[in-house]
């Protein structure tokens, strides 16, 4: 199979920045003609190229084409959500060096692009997030960037440094392309630092990872890594990885095999999936997971972290049916790979040694994620790790893996199947500010108080 270099050597080329750095000039650098607010004299510490615009929206009300992408955020907001108000400021585009090229954005064809945006207003805390699944660096611009600039923090946000359904081609061992999702969200972590530092004349008093889904797991990563950059983090329904089990590699194939006959009524099948972790009462959701979420995800991060399986093929065979045997991800079976593959998966395997306050929420009808095989399972890691003190873990009852699925799946009736978790997320992250920066210690662990049928209150 194919493969961009990334070379291990980038990776330590990278270490030094974790540290300290330094204001340097930017290759490109454009602002808006005729403001007053100065954003051509901002620069971004290692940047490759940069456009700075001063702007009277920062959120995705009021952003011009080319300053967001809806295609990057299209599908995570449920109707219900409430747009904040206008948020004037600055904003910069960029991309730090890289030789994959995946990210198509701003029409640079260029990984390890960012958007960094600074608010009039600034309250002195800055945001930090990656993308969820194979998506870009304006993901989170409805999520979390619209809600936490309102509230005056500044945020920043970048790719994976690979994107897109072939991320598997960065790097050169397996495992390559997801450490370098980490190296890239420190990257700009710290490169944020030092803007904010410019523009205000002093440094954040408070910095956090924010992410969905796969951004989830990079919070958890951060936190556990990396802690000396963040004063807490926030995951929404993160992913997980153990070396062992549970993982996607274990948790995605069971529902390939079972789903094709649950549909067709075959005897056993339903039970199978509940067995899988699959919870009743998600089973209205398990048709639009199949056509575009398990069979995609499992190929992609199979391939990533085992692409031996499937030979010269890349990313295997979509939909192949079961009983195929070798090569096909329908039938794929972690516990029998060879250790090298355990050791890929070690790689980037998390261990509940979070070193910063983590709030994680997650919903009960999660089913690219099940609860009892993720949220459940990093909880007690996090207590095995004996960092329990530093965790709150929130159950949201019908909650789902993104809220835009609460209009796209209705049961026989016309109603809803699900509940917007965003509300519940925004009320975790009120919390996790109020425990960092006052003292306040959220509520103990469990299911928070539901104050509407899409209200949410931790």
């Known amino acids: 199979m194919i493969r961009r270099r990334w070379h291990a050597r980038a990776l330590a080329a990278l270490a030094p920045v974790l540290v300290t750095a330094a204001l340097v000039p930017a290759a490109d650098t454009a602002a808006a003609a005729g403001t007053s607010c100065m954003a051509q004299k901002l620069r971004v510490p290692g940047a490759e190229r940069l456009v700075s615009t001063c702007l009277d929206d920062l959120t995705t009300k009021g952003l011009p084409v080319g300053r967001t992408s809806p295609a990057d955020w299209a599908g995570l907001q449920a109707s219900t959500a409430t747009a904040p108000p206008a948020v004037p400021g600055i904003q910069l585009d960029g991309y730090f060096p890289d030789t994959s090229t995946t990210n198509s954005n701003n029409g640079w064809n260029h990984d ?32 979390i960037s619209d809600q936490v600039l309102a509230k005056g ?6 790719d994976k440094g690979n994107t897109g359904p072939q991320l598997y081609r960065d790097g050169t061992e397996p495992g390559d392309a997801i450490l370098e999702w980490h190296q890239r ?3 700009l972590t710290v490169a944020a630092k030092a803007v904010v530092a410019r523009q205000y004349g002093r ?14 797991y990079l919070v958890r990563w951060q936190l556990e890594h990396y802690p000396q950059l963040y004063t807490g983090g926030i995951d929404w329904n993160g992913l997980l990885l153990t070396k062992d089990d549970p993982n996607l590699l274990t948790n995605l194939p069971p529902a390939l095999r079972a789903y094709p006959r649950v549909r067709d009524g075959k005897p056993g099948a339903l039970e199978e999936m509940y067995a899988a972790g699959y919870p009743a009462g998600s089973e209205k959701l398990w048709p639009v997971h199949y056509q575009t979420q398990w069979d995609s ?23 192949c ?19 090298a593959v355990h050791e890929a998966v070690g790689r980037v395997s998390l261990t509940g040694q979070i070193r910063r306050p983590l709030i994680t929420v997650q919903g009960t009808l999660d089913v690219l994620l ?59 992250f009120d919390a996790l ?25 931790i």
Request: aromatic share 8%.
């Open 203 to 216: 440094a954040p008093s408070s910095t956090y990872a924010a992410g969905l889904s796969a951004a989830g």
């Open 185 to 187: 969200v420190a990257q």
């Open 153 to 158: 923090f500044a945020y920043a946000a970048t």
């Open 112 to 143: 390890s692009q960012f958007v960094i945006r600074l608010p009039r207003n600034w309250n002195g805390g800055l945001v930090v997030a990656g993308p969820p699944g194979i998506r870009r660096q304006y993901a989170n611009d409805q999520i």
């Open 433 to 457: 500010v109020a425990w960092t920066q006052h003292g306040t210690e959220p509520p103990a662990s469990g299911t928070p108080a539901q104050t509407s049928p899409t209200g949410c209150t």
């Open 297 to 319: 995800l499992q190929r992609v991060i199979r391939e990533e972290l085992d692409p031996e399986y499937d030979g010269a093929t890349e990313a295997g065979t979509p939909f």
């Open 370 to 428: 099940p609860i009892s095989r993720s949220g459940d399972v990093y909880d007690r890691m996090i207590a095995d790790a004996g960092r329990g003190g530093m965790h709150r873990y929130y159950r949201i009852p019908d909650g789902t893996h993104t809220d835009g699925l609460y209009d796209a799946v209705k049961d026989d009736t016309g109603k809803p199947v699900v509940r917007p978790m965003h509300p519940c997320f925004m009320s975790a």
């Open 321 to 339: 049916p079961e009983g195929t045997g070798a090569g096909c991800d329908t039938d794929y079976d972690y516990a029998a790979r060879p250790s």
